[in-house]
């Protein structure tokens, strides 16, 4: 396996103050990574430092077999074979597509530049647009061109700065599908910074969350949505129910009855389970002991709460069959729970 990044030990302080606390990661050819945290977390530093935009305090980084940072180097960003996709698409105002497109190939012929161009705006789908100006794009023909633009030189790795931030909601969906197909169909290595959820399990092969200045978690994302590493990461990565639990004979003891924990852990050990609302399984029952006393119906499906005796859950149901405000029903909890010791 061929390593296209590696980070060693790398730390970076601001005022006196840790925000990137000795980070290590290895980044493999063709994968497609996502460094997932919430605002202060880090992330932004860390592409910095990738880039080359930023230096750190130290540690080093290697791209495509190369220290550019560390041993007494510091190379510099436009020597690193590195493409940068931000935020705002940043295009070239003064500039057509197919020259910002060309941008980075000017050790090349025009016969080569003209030829790598054409050959981007067919894997963008923007042929034809060529000589429109950024001005006359749509938000999302703008980020496919800015995408096109960092592919140009064929660099190394590829770092996409929450590229989607801007967009709305709908354009985010398409412009995600369309920037995972490039990425897949070119082979790039590719890293994508960002704070959505969703994003990142969706478009990437696996996920490192940044807490701290530091990597709390790294796995696929079927492993870090179903196996959080504590009950801190459970809530980050989407809605989770949170009780209280006890193990007795293999089992956890809660308020929702017996459960199976994923992790082993001995008799008498107390903490807490983190159960994802789709784990829920509501069945009518006149005589139940939940009522349904809320209800969010989003078509597909709906983010029900119940109240039992003694907690409040929400559960999610296929949304036409979803059980309305006032039924009554049975709670069970599907396939294993993530048991968190105290």
């Known amino acids: 396996m061929t390593i296209v990044l590696s980070l ?5 302080e601001f005022a006196g103050e840790g925000v990137l606390k000795n980070i290590n990661l290895d980044v493999a050819e063709h994968e497609f990574l996502a460094i997932l945290g919430s605002s202060g977390s880090g992330k932004t530093t860390l592409l910095r430092i990738i880039s080359g935009f930023d230096s750190p305090d130290g540690g080093q980084v290697e791209i495509a077999g190369r220290t550019v940072f560390g041993d007494g180097k510091s190379v510099s960003a436009e020597e690193r074979k590195v493409g940068f996709v931000p935020q705002d698409a940043a295009l070239f105002p003064h500039l057509s597509v197919a020259q910002n497109i060309a941008f980075g190939l000017s050790k090349h012929t025009a016969s080569e530049r ?3 161009v054409t050959e981007l705006l067919t894997l963008i789908d923007m042929v034809g647009f060529e000589d429109r100006m950024p001005h006359q794009l749509s938000g999302g023909q703008r980020h496919r061109v800015a995408l096109a633009r960092a592919l140009a030189p064929k660099p190394a790795l590829i770092l996409l700065d929450e590229p989607f931030s801007s967009l709305d ?4 969906v398409r412009l995600r599908e369309d920037v995972k197909r490039v990425i897949s169909k070119t082979g790039t290595t590719a890293i994508l910074v960002t704070h959505d959820q969703e994003e990142a399990l969706s478009m990437t092969s696996r996920v490192a969350i940044l807490r701290e200045g530091e990597f709390a978690q790294i796995g696929n994302p079927s492993e870090i949505y179903q196996a959080p590493a504590d009950v801190e990461m459970a809530t980050f990565l989407g809605d989770s129910v949170i009780i209280n639990g006890v193990i007795e004979n293999g089992k956890v003891v809660t308020d929702l009855g017996l459960l199976t924990a994923l992790n082993k852990v001995a008799d008498g050990a107390t903490g807490r389970v983190a159960i ?11 005589k139940g002991e939940g009522e349904v006393v809320g209800r969010q119906y989003f078509g597909h499906d709906a983010l029900v709460e119940v109240k039992l005796p003694t907690l409040v859950i929400q559960a999610r149901a296929n949304g036409p069959f979803a059980p309305e405000i006032g039924m009554k029903v049975t709670v069970w909890v599907r396939g294993q729970v993530n048991f968190y010791t105290d």
């Open 8 to 12: 060693k030990s790398v730390r970076k």
């Open 114 to 116: 003209t030829e790598r």
């Open 169 to 172: 909601a709908e354009l985010r």
């Open 276 to 286: 994802r609302p789709e784990n829920f399984y509501l069945q009518p029952n006149p």
